[in-house]
């Protein structure tokens, strides 16, 4: 059935072939031309890439390195490695929501995308997602469009993908508890990456109702203790993750032992909140994007203290990473984590759909 179809698409595309019956997709690389560009000239639709299929395509161990070094090349401030402006949003007053446009264009690795995503402040019980998102991953020479993904995935597995790189440069050596702070996807997401990448001999997670905690440690499978409390949760943690729908802190640096380390993931408005003035204060503040940070970040912008580096500052060796002291990683995510993701989806879709 591919092999019909691309032979289709060549021909649609007036590529003069001089093959036999026997022709398979891998010989494609003798033409010279890519799929995605016979694609354009053929004027054929974008691949459609639902939620479950982006699942099974993306894994942490070939997501986090891409992360890791897409954060490096961003921090870099190279135009020809990664061209990314803030976040730009639209209110959505009556449904209390925002639609973010997230675009990047990484010259080097021909990679250009951008993500459409809503996101709310729901009122609590609410059944509606919190986080819904779409990615488009274009062709940068010829502006034709070759996927149209569920960004869903892709938000969840590079938001924890690029918090547990934080933990990796951040926690302290021998760092044995983890505290988790929320119990919705992206917990779930931050737990499959923390204990897939990282050691822990004690996990944690508190929600504001015991029932969502409960849920959570049926279907992580592994061994969660469920918490009464934030204090308890957090009480001696080496690394703690905040991923809750709150608006005002919940995590208050009274209860942080010294030189832990927290990934802060909520709280991605300027007027909103997850983490107290005084853990804010108190710790060293490290960022996806100094930029984003001091645009959206209600825990930065309110406490008024200064971002101290980007993670990709680490990542270069421009900047120390202060294992020894308390630190807070503050994520809002980026178009460039979005990027990395999507491409890496989308050559694991083609090496997928060249084998059948």
């Keep these: 059935m591919f092999k019909k179809a691309l032979l289709r698409l060549l021909n649609a595309a007036q590529i003069?072939?001089?093959?036999?019956?026997?022709?398979?997709?891998?010989?494609?690389?003798?033409?010279?031309?890519?799929?995605?560009?016979?694609?354009?000239m053929a004027g054929a639709p974008p691949v459609i890439i639902w939620e479950r299929e982006v699942e099974s395509l993306l894994h942490y161990k070939e997501l986090i390195p891409r992360l890791e070094e897409a954060l490096g090349k961003f921090s870099s401030r190279d135009s020809a490695e990664v061209i990314q402006p803030v976040r730009s949003t639209v209110p959505l007053q009556k449904h209390n929501g925002f639609l973010g446009l997230m675009p990047t264009y990484m010259e080097n690795d021909g990679v250009l995308s951008t993500k459409l995503v809503c996101f709310y402040n729901r009122g609590a019980g609410s059944t509606l997602p919190s986080v819904s998102a779409t990615v488009l991953l274009l062709d940068p020479e010829s502006g034709h469009m070759?996927?149209?993904?569920?960004g869903e995935a892709i938000t969840n597995m590079r938001t924890a993908g690029a918090s547990a790189i934080s933990a990796k440069l951040l926690m302290r050596h021998g760092a044995e508890v983890l505290a988790i702070l929320g119990t919705g996807q992206q917990a779930l997401s931050h737990y499959k990456a923390f204990t897939e990448m990282?050691?822990?001999?004690?996990?944690?997670?508190?929600?504001?109702?015991?029932?969502?905690?409960?849920?959570?440690?049926?279907?992580?499978g592994g061994p969660v203790t469920v918490c009464g409390s934030v204090e308890e949760a957090v009480r001696g943690a080496d690394v703690i993750v905040t991923v809750t729908r709150s608006i005002e802190p919940v995590l208050c640096g009274r209860w942080v032992k010294p030189?832990?380390?927290?990934?802060?993931?909520?709280?991605?408005?300027?007027?909103?909140?997850?983490?107290?003035?005084?853990?804010?204060?108190?710790?060293?503040?490290?960022?996806?994007?100094?930029?984003?940070?001091?645009?959206?970040?209600?825990?930065?912008?309110?406490?008024?203290?200064?971002?101290?580096?980007?993670?990709?500052?680490?990542?270069?060796?421009?900047?120390?990473?202060?294992?020894?002291?308390?630190?807070?990683?503050?994520?809002?995510?980026?178009?460039?984590?979005?990027?990395?993701?999507?491409?890496?989806?989308?050559?694991?879709?083609?090496?997928?759909?060249?084998k059948l």
Aim: hydrophobic share 45%; proline share 3%; charged share 30%.
């Design 146 to 150: 070759k996927a149209v993904m569920d």
């Design 16 to 40: 003069p072939l001089d093959v036999d019956s026997n022709f398979v997709p891998n010989q494609l690389s003798q033409f010279r031309i890519s799929v995605s560009e016979a694609a354009a």
């Design 198 to 220: 990282l050691s822990f001999k004690e996990v944690r997670v508190w929600n504001h109702r015991r029932e969502g905690a409960e849920k959570f440690r049926r279907s992580v």
């Design 259 to 354: 030189g832990a380390h927290v990934a802060a993931v909520g709280a991605c408005r300027p007027d909103w909140r997850e983490l107290d003035d005084s853990l804010m204060k108190e710790a060293v503040v490290y960022a996806d994007s100094r930029e984003g940070a001091m645009a959206e970040s209600g825990d930065v912008i309110l406490s008024g203290v200064e971002v101290f580096a980007e993670l990709g500052d680490v990542i270069n060796g421009i900047k120390p990473a202060y294992r020894e002291k308390t630190t807070v990683f503050k994520s809002l995510g980026m178009g460039v984590e979005d990027a990395v993701a999507a491409n890496l989806v989308y050559e694991q879709w083609k090496a997928k759909a060249y």
